[in-house]
């Protein structure tokens, strides 16, 4: 009998300057060359799963991306959801370990702030994903492109959407943060770094014991167990 796994992969769309988000850009690039799909896929070959991909764009709203991250987990309950945003500053492509819920005082493209800046009230200070971020950016490598981790994903909505989706998929997501496009990062070579970033998440995810956690919580969904990591601490990268 065949199982099925359900990726869910999401970029955002412009905000501030940024009329051409990369993230988008490149799960729009993977998606359309059959990258991810064809890839992720092979995962399946020598087992009982096959894997489903489905990829979506969220604006950059904290009130749009609360309702539907939270729909995406109660409805769809994929086993990783991996959301990409763009990190103007960023250099190599940044792969968060963590989300926080409280700082967010930057205001949305719609000029909305989360009230008391926080993202759930009464929520834990950190949530760390499962997907040891650390091991991943050590594993991969793709010609021309640095891959990196970080503890401190930055206080707006990527952060924001990673701490929904850590709290409501019991930390099986995953922030990857990338740069804007540029001549040495084309959207074709974003789009295959980041196929080969997931890819080698769900090798790990697949692990007996992870995949023995996932199996207790995959008939509903349960909150994060909100791990007070020591190193996701809260200063700046």
Partial sequence: MIHFELIFVQGFG??????????WEAVKKGESTCFFLQELSKL????DMEVELRILQLPVDYREVKQRVTRIW????PQL???????????AIVLEQCAKNRGYRDADIRGFRPARGECLPDG????????SMKAVSKRVAVEGVEVTFSRDAGRYVCDYTYY???HHGNGYAALIHVPPLSRWLPARLLGKALQV?????????????LKASFAENSTAVIPARGNQLGDCSFGEN
């Fill in 14 to 23: 412009p905000f501030r300057q940024y009329l051409v988000n990369s993230s």
């Fill in 44 to 47: 399946g070959l020598n087992s």
């Fill in 74 to 77: 109660e409805d769809l309950q």
């Fill in 81 to 91: 959801a991996v959301h990409i945003g763009l990190d103007a500053s960023a250099k």
């Fill in 124 to 131: 834990p200070e950190v949530i760390a994903s499962e997907v």
């Fill in 164 to 166: 929904l989706s850590l």
């Fill in 197 to 209: 970033i997931i890819q080698d998440m769900l090798e790990e995810l697949r692990k007996p014991e």
